[in-house]
DNA sequence: TCTGGGGTCCTCTGTCGA
DNA sequence: TCTGTCGACAGAGGACCC
């Protein structure tokens, strides 16, 4: 068999790069894609407005300040998929397995292909050519290699590395390198003297497993070895959707709070109708002001999809739940989702 | 500093029927 | 009839990702 080859493919600053598309003026300033809202975040930020360090997910007030001149655009989620539509067909016709994770990232499989960087470099100049957008492409033996590959020079990387090389290169480099090891893991793993991917390559299994569980533990060394099995697979089900929203203020007031949840009810069923979709699970989602977050669900005998079935029965979760503190944001889902394989093809083609 | 929106996956716990 | 066990499933919370 031969051996894997695999690309990860990330466009750089995605959103601000599509907007500099039809804003060309705003090029070389610092241009940062936020809500508008006093509680919104920081979608992206251009390069020149990253030095002045603002990143995602920062809250845009503090994005203001850092940056006072910065050029805050609110972000346009239908013009943002337009042109993911765009880059994805290119990265289609690049090889025969295509892993689309997100608007602005895919994995490729590139196992057997005679020149498989020629193919990346080739993909980059197409992809820049027909829709303007650069991107920094990643190889590897797998998906988690590629991955943290493609991240490592951005803009415009080209990073092709094994595996030994990977560990080399970012064996110094904190654990929350690694997809799939987040600042709470990372923080867990400092306390335990563990700072670095090399450390907890090296760290005894038995330690990590008293403290993380034996699956967990023995995931996170896999992952801190740059080990990765998992196929380059097209078929991503969706399996819950769901619709919430924070409010510029806290709502303590329930016969309010249930008026917003019929709206997200209604926004939530307005869409799977769209796509044919029914779920049988029902379930909120209220986060109180001290941040804390609840759900509380219900699965019903049958699946449903319309307004009508699912706003009681949310209505009814909410008011048991009966909110102890003020509620800064409300959200409803359905899960266990089904729906015919038509939709399943229309879905493909929208996403 | 004060934390969006829309998802997936994992773990733990409780319940229920065989 | 009662009790213990086991697996499946549901519910809740949390971590993580883009």
């Given at each position: 068999?031969?051996?894997?080859?695999?690309?990860?493919?990330?466009?750089?600053?995605?959103?601000?790069?599509?907007?500099?598309?039809?804003?060309?003026?705003?090029?070389?300033?610092?241009?940062?894609?936020?809500?508008?809202?006093?509680?919104?975040?920081?979608?992206?930020?251009?390069?020149?407005?990253?030095?002045?360090?603002?990143?995602?997910?920062?809250?845009?007030?503090?994005?203001?300040?850092?940056?006072?001149?910065?050029?805050?655009?609110?972000?346009?989620?239908?013009?943002?998929?337009?042109?993911?539509?765009?880059?994805?067909?290119?990265?289609?016709?690049?090889?025969?397995?295509?892993?689309?994770?997100?608007?602005?990232?895919?994995?490729?499989?590139?196992?057997?292909?005679?020149?498989?960087?020629?193919?990346?470099?080739?993909?980059?100049?197409?992809?820049?050519?027909?829709?303007?957008l650069g991107c920094s492409i990643g190889i590897g033996p797998n998906k988690l290699v590629a991955k943290v590959a493609s991240d490592a020079e951005k803009p415009r990387g080209f990073v092709v590395?094994?595996?030994?090389?990977?560990?080399?290169?970012?064996?110094?480099?904190?654990?929350?390198?690694?997809?799939?090891?987040?600042?709470?893991?990372?923080?867990?793993?400092?306390?335990?003297?563990?700072?670095?991917?090399?450390?907890?390559?090296?760290?005894?299994?038995a330690r990590l497993a008293s403290s993380f569980g034996p699956r967990l533990a023995a995931e996170l060394q896999q992952r801190s070895r740059f080990e990765d099995d998992t196929p380059v697979s097209?078929?991503?089900?969706?399996?819950?959707?769901?619709?919430?929203?924070?409010?510029?203020?806290?709502?303590?007031?329930?016969?309010?709070?249930?008026?917003?949840?019929?709206?997200?009810?209604?926004?939530?069923?307005?869409?799977?109708?769209?796509?044919?979709?029914?779920?049988?699970?029902?379930?909120?989602k209220v986060r109180l002001d001290d941040f804390s977050t609840h759900t509380r669900a219900r699965t019903l005998a049958e699946a449903v999809s319309s307004a009508d079935q699912v706003g009681p029965?949310?209505?009814?979760?909410?008011?048991?739940?009966?909110?102890?503190?003020?509620?800064?944001?409300?959200?409803?889902?359905?899960?266990?989702?089904?729906?015919?394989?038509?939709?399943?093809?229309?879905?493909?083609?929208?996403?």
């Amino acid at each position: 068999m031969a051996e894997r080859c695999v690309a990860h493919l990330d466009m750089d600053a995605f959103y601000v790069s599509v907007e500099l598309r039809r804003r060309p003026e705003l090029r070389g300033r610092p241009v940062i894609v936020a809500g508008t809202g006093p509680r919104a975040v920081v979608t992206t930020a251009s390069y020149e407005a990253r030095r002045f360090g603002v990143g995602s997910a920062m809250p845009a007030v503090r994005a203001r300040r850092l940056c006072p001149q910065g050029v805050f655009l609110a972000p346009d989620f239908t013009y943002y998929r337009d042109a993911s539509a765009e880059v994805m067909t290119c990265v289609r016709d690049a090889a025969e397995a295509v892993e689309v994770v997100g608007l602005d990232e895919a994995y490729l499989d590139l196992t057997g292909l005679p020149a498989p960087r020629a193919a990346m470099r080739r993909l980059a100049l197409r992809i820049e050519q027909s829709t303007s957008l650069g991107c920094s492409i990643g190889i590897g033996p797998n998906k988690l290699v590629a991955k943290v590959a493609s991240d490592a020079e951005k803009p415009r990387g080209f990073v092709v590395l094994s595996r030994e090389q990977a560990c080399q290169r970012f064996g110094a480099s904190g654990c929350a390198l690694v997809p799939g090891i987040g600042p709470k893991t990372a923080e867990r793993l400092r306390a335990l003297g563990i700072d670095t991917l090399a450390a907890l390559a090296a760290a005894p299994n038995a330690r990590l497993a008293s403290s993380f569980g034996p699956r967990l533990a023995a995931e996170l060394q896999q992952r801190s070895r740059f080990e990765d099995d998992t196929p380059v697979s097209e078929e991503r089900k969706v399996i819950s959707e769901s619709r919430e929203l924070t409010f510029d203020e806290d709502i303590r007031d329930l016969p309010r709070l249930e008026t917003v949840l019929g709206a997200l009810v209604d926004r939530l069923c307005a869409a799977l109708v769209v796509q044919q979709r029914c779920g049988r699970t029902i379930g909120i989602k209220v986060r109180l002001d001290d941040f804390s977050t609840h759900t509380r669900a219900r699965t019903l005998a049958e699946a449903v999809s319309s307004a009508d079935q699912v706003g009681p029965v949310a209505l009814e979760l909410l008011r048991r739940f009966a909110p102890p503190r003020p509620v800064r944001l409300l959200g409803v889902r359905v899960a266990g989702l089904e729906g015919s394989a038509a939709a399943d093809e229309q879905l493909k083609l929208v996403l």
